[in-house]
């Protein structure tokens, strides 16, 4: 089969090669891939001294080819999005049946692939900050693939969201999402907010913790800033009281959470955001417009048809 390999002296580590089959485990189905994402994190933050060869990738979409030996999963012929910590950048994929869901007919399979860690991440963020009817809650980043995600999960959650971006242009389509406000960057925003989302770290998750309300949370997600982040506790504790920072790891498996993903999206609740789509021949473009803040969501590359 075909797949991105990695390739310590290729262009961002990757290249297109022939690789073996995957051989799955007895809880394993073998996936026939039709579309793969790529999520800023495991772009920007590549291992570098992985073995040449292997085949990275998180969230992957595509047909069961061969079911779960052990009897669990869906049937040869199901239509799935799936997940796991690698293998997803290929032409077929075995991945665990705990982590993946069934997806609707409804729905365009390849779009699907969006969703994995970018939809699980936001679902598990917002849930982290407890109950936020008619709450204040600042996302940063949120022109990326979790931020647009969080906007939407937070307002659906009966939260009034601040959605802060880099940049206006970053910003277009968020207010339609579910966004009260937008602002360029955290210090732009006018009082406080119960909670915050972060994707951003560095500066940001910095001015962030300081326009919580007394007793907020900020929960910690990501470092697209690249970042370390500092935080005068001093000034804290002037004007934040009793604020917290959370730090924030996926939980798996992600079926259930994916099961429910995908039900929003049947209902037209929950958009999958895509802003860049296209031949995973052209995976290069990919993430340089990813690295380069080009893209408003997440990036979808096409193996085949969908179906």
Not at 121 to 139: E, H, K, M, N, P
Not at 203 to 223: F, H, M, N, S, W
Not at 272 to 296: M, P, T
């Amino acid at each position: 089969m075909k797949a991105l390999v990695h390739d310590r002296v290729s262009p961002h580590t990757l290249r297109m090669a022939d690789a073996e089959d995957p051989v799955p485990r007895p809880s394993e189905a073998l996936v026939e891939v039709v579309s793969f994402s790529f999520n800023f994190g495991e772009v920007a933050f590549r291992v570098p001294d992985l073995p040449d060869g292997t085949i990275p990738g998180w969230d992957a979409a595509g047909i069961v080819v061969t079911p779960a030996a052990d009897g669990s999963g869906p049937p040869a012929g199901t239509r799935v999005v799936t997940f796991g910590w690698s293998g997803a950048w290929a032409e077929r994929r075995a991945v665990d049946t705990a982590q993946l869901a069934v997806v609707p007919d409804g729905l365009d399979l390849g779009g699907t692939a969006a969703l994995p860690v970018a939809g699980v991440t936001a679902l598990q963020a917002v849930r982290q900050l407890g109950s936020i009817v008619g709450r204040r809650v600042l996302i940063t980043g949120a022109s990326g693939g979790v931020g647009r995600y969080a906007v939407q999960l937070a307002h659906r959650a009966g939260a009034e969201v601040i959605a802060s971006v880099g940049s206006s242009e970053r910003g277009i389509g968020l207010a339609e999402l579910g966004a009260a406000e937008v602002v360029i960057g955290p210090e732009a925003m006018r009082g406080r907010a119960f909670g915050v989302i972060d994707n951003v770290g560095g500066k940001q998750l910095a001015d962030a913790y300081l326009r919580l309300e007394p007793g907020g949370t900020a929960v910690a997600v990501g470092k697209a800033s690249r970042e370390p982040t500092t935080i005068d506790f001093e000034e804290a504790r002037i004007r934040v009281d009793r604020g917290r920072i959370e730090t924030f790891n996926i939980a798996t498996p992600l079926g259930d959470d994916l099961e429910q993903l995908l039900r929003f999206a049947e209902r037209d609740e929950l958009d999958l955001s895509i802003g860049w789509r296209g031949d995973w021949a052209d995976y290069r473009d990919a993430v340089e417009a990813l690295l380069h803040r080009k893209v408003r969501g997440k990036a979808v590359l096409d193996i085949r048809q969908s179906v």
